[in-house]
């Protein structure tokens, strides 16, 4: 039994009616779904509750009646800037969904780097019998900017590798989980013995182009980047530029500053950088919809939420 | 102080002499080293312990002084195999040291292909924006043969990744690390719906082409097969014939047969086979040296040696 139906809109610009029959399934009757702005603008009189993935907010005008946005992401910097709806509207995003994947697709890069399979393919190619020590991940040390639940899952999977661990957060609540915590103040003796540096920080007025020339000029020039997180937290020509003159070993990155990134950009033929299209966390319709639906019961039953976002923190 | 100055000799077709240097520095004076046929033959006579790697022991022979063999290696099947020496001769192998290596390789490949790594490098190199689903470690199922050190090393990374971890062994006294252990006369059971497999296991007369064209054709078309063991524990060409019929999604192997692979064997041009040169698992020189000693130490006080090899069980 639902104890009230709330109108739902579902927008996504593809497979919205798929997340919208979902949650008809689980027994909620007022569901509408959209896939364009003029969809969108038809359909919102009266809805209440948005679930949404690449709302067109510039072009389209929230309804009185919503008082509830559920992002289908994590990262939800473009409704926090610029004070685009009411703060009597509650906004969530995805937590605790993403961790293990995009888990998974640092250490994906981090092995291939470490034990060089670029160079056992090209030896394989030539039918060469080739023997070389590989590195090891064992003993390196790892920092992890950002201990929210992606980060957490890194960390994890760090100790199995048996790697040094630090860590930079804002509220240092996941301090216990490393080595040796740092606070956004210490980024300059955070970064400088690591051997390599994953961001899942959220993208915030404080976290934006954090990683500078300067910073990235403090790094070891053998220390590998992951940025997991959001573009803007690199400054790209500084990274472009650092690495061009020799710095660093490898730069891995899923999230760039303007996706998808642009055709002229220097990033694609750079031999150590590895571009990859925004796909370490994906956004899996099934997992998207069971967040929602049990965020659905507990916004039917007055219970607080999953996954709120602090608007002064901005994640 | 050491009770006694043994006569050591270290035998490898390379290195040999920083082996012997290590050994030297740790108090032991009479150590020599030999990297030929002819040097060690030169040398023997009054040895007593031997620490050795690729000793050609179809052309020396062994003196009845000698007491002690020390590989430099995890995998003694050449020693064993033939009854080459005596029994009262103890021969002992590397144990509890190619793990992390080896679990490390092993990632480093189950995490390349699931990600789908080769086609992220295909579409950087077309500047193409493609994103994919990609698949996941979570919740597939590994299977393990053999849980001595290396298998119980790739069960904990396995764990770390939130897998279902099945496991293989003689003796089972490491079988509740795993969710389901078999028994040698449980192969068909164990792999038919393991999503990889790994290989690590000792090459015995009960192991030696174990992996046929019959227990290949059991597993799921899906598999995955990863061999850090023995060449010889797959028949190769069975494993030739069921790819070539699109049988498993991939094999990664850096064990052969005959090493090096030979430059006519078919594995080179598959395009699902993964040759990697037998690097998995490297005798690091300083590691191995820590090892001899602690085993030498033991040996002067009367203490039992680590990594004795049972002749019955061959490992």
Same mark, same amino acid.
């Given at each position: #039994? ?5 109108? !739902? ?42 679930? =949404?993935?690449?709302?067109? #907010?510039?072009?389209?005008? +929230? ?8 992002? #289908? ?32 697709? &640092? ?9 060089? !399979? ?15 020590? @590989? ?8 920092? %992890? ?17 048996? #790697? ?38 959220? /993208? @915030? ?5 954090? /990683? ?5 000029? @403090?790094?070891?020039? @053998?220390? =590998?980047?992951?940025? %997991? ?9 500084? +990274?472009?530029? &650092? ?9 891995? +990155?899923? &999230? ?5 990134? +642009? ?29 929602? !639906? ?10 607080? /939420?999953?996954? %709120? ?7």
């Amino acid at each position: #039994m639902i104890p009230s139906q709330p109108n !739902i809109l579902v927008y996504a610009p593809e497979g919205a009616e798929i997340y919208a029959d979902w949650i008809r399934k689980s027994g909620y009757s007022s569901v509408h779904s959209a896939s364009t702005a003029d969809e969108a603008r038809a359909l919102l009189d009266g809805t209440e509750i948005l679930l =949404c993935w690449k709302f067109p #907010m510039d072009e389209v005008e +929230l309804p009185s009646s919503l008082k509830w946005i559920q992002s #289908m992401g994590a990262g939800v910097n473009d409704w926090v800037s610029g004070e685009r709806f009411s703060t009597d509207i509650t906004l969530t995003r995805i937590v605790d969904q993403f961790g293990g994947p995009i888990a998974e697709y &640092v250490f994906a890069y981090l092995l291939y780097l470490t034990k060089d !399979i670029p160079r056992l393919t090209a030896a394989q190619k030539r039918r060469s019998w080739d023997p070389f020590l @590989t590195d090891f991940l064992s003993k390196k040390t790892i920092g %992890v900017a950002g201990l929210g639940s992606i980060g957490k899952e890194v960390v994890r999977k760090a100790r199995a590798f048996d #790697m040094q661990v630090k860590g930079l957060s804002v509220t240092g609540s996941s301090a216990d989980l490393v080595d040796h915590h740092f606070t956004p103040a210490e980024w300059n003796s955070f970064v400088q013995d690591l051997d390599y540096l994953i961001l899942t920080l959220p /993208l @915030t007025s404080q976290t934006e182009g954090v /990683l500078n020339r300067d910073l990235l000029l @403090t790094m070891k020039s @053998t220390a =590998c980047v992951v940025n %997991v997180g959001r573009g803007q937290l690199i400054v790209e020509q500084d +990274l472009v530029d &650092v690495m061009r003159k020799g710095h660093l070993r490898a730069a891995v +990155l899923d &999230v760039f500053e303007n996706e998808p990134l +642009l055709d002229s950009h220097p990033f694609w033929d750079m031999p150590n950088v590895y571009i990859t299209p925004h796909l370490s966390g994906p956004s899996i319709p099934q997992e998207v919809c069971q967040f929602f !639906i049990e965020n659905l019961q507990r916004y039917s039953n007055g219970l607080p /939420l999953m996954g %709120v976002v602090d608007r002064t923190l901005g994640y």
